[in-house]
């Protein structure tokens, strides 16, 4: 089945550190997506690339850094320039329709 | 820029009682629109869809139609459960951006 995987589903970062969150699509939609969703409210768009070695900055993009090196993989590295991470990161996919979502990465701080 | 607007949360009602949850928007031209659901701890699934002016769109007993006249896409069920109990978003597209309401969270009590 078609669809988006993002992993791991729990994440912990120490301080300093910077992690990685995966996202990888098998849907050949073209532009994929990164939000952060903060408990109880809706999603901020982070970054989003519509094709291979071309993204963008959202609205939240300090402290972020993503990649496009393949249709298929869009990966978000949270620096440790972003001093509040916790969050739930939700990744997604399209091709001129709507957005597909992964099951989302939970980041933690310990 | 476009935007939408939905009705303020949360949302609580009992068992088979109807619900509504509005939304509106403003966007320059003819946006899809679009309900999506999601779950605690889970990603965005897709609710159902509209491409165009007076389309109904439908899934789960759920629908809402492409009111251009009011610039509305009101979601409506006949007869909630216990199971519906969730977060909707109402989003738009013009082909290039994509646009989320904030979310109204459902509670329904048996």
């Known amino acids: 089945d078609g669809g988006i995987t993002q992993s791991p589903k729990y994440l912990f970062r120490k301080e300093g550190q910077n992690v990685t969150l995966s996202c990888e699509q098998n849907?050949?939609?073209?532009?994929m997506y990164w939000y952060r969703q903060d408990p109880g409210q809706g999603l901020r768009l982070i970054y989003y690339?519509?094709?291979?070695?071309?993204?963008q900055k959202g609205d939240i993009a300090e402290g972020y850094s993503v990649s496009r090196e393949k249709k298929e993989s869009f990966p978000l590295t949270v620096t440790s320039a972003q001093k509040n991470p916790t969050a739930f990161y939700l990744c997604?996919?399209?091709?001129?329709?709507?957005?597909?979502f992964g099951d989302g990465t939970r980041l933690s701080i310990l | 820029g476009d935007s939408v607007t939905q009705m303020e949360g949360p949302v609580t009602l009992s068992e088979e009682a109807f619900l509504t949850i509005n939304c509106t928007y403003t966007?320059?031209?003819?946006?899809?629109l679009f309900w999506y659901v999601q779950y605690p701890g889970e990603g965005l699934q897709l609710l159902l869809k509209?491409?165009?002016?007076?389309d109904k769109g439908s899934n789960k007993g759920f629908e809402a139609t492409y009111r251009k006249e009011t610039t509305s896409f009101h979601l409506e069920k006949g007869s909630v459960q216990v199971s519906d109990s969730a977060v909707y978003f109402c989003?738009?597209?013009?082909?290039?951006?994509?646009?989320f309401g904030p979310g109204t969270r459902l509670s329904v009590l048996p």
């Open positions: 690339s519509q094709i291979v070695n071309d993204f």
């Open positions: 849907l050949n939609h073209d532009a």
């Open positions: 509209a491409t165009k002016a007076d």
């Open positions: 989003a738009l597209s013009d082909g290039q951006n994509f646009v």
């Open positions: 997604a996919s399209s091709w001129n329709g709507p957005q597909h």
């Open positions: 966007a320059t031209g003819y946006p899809s």
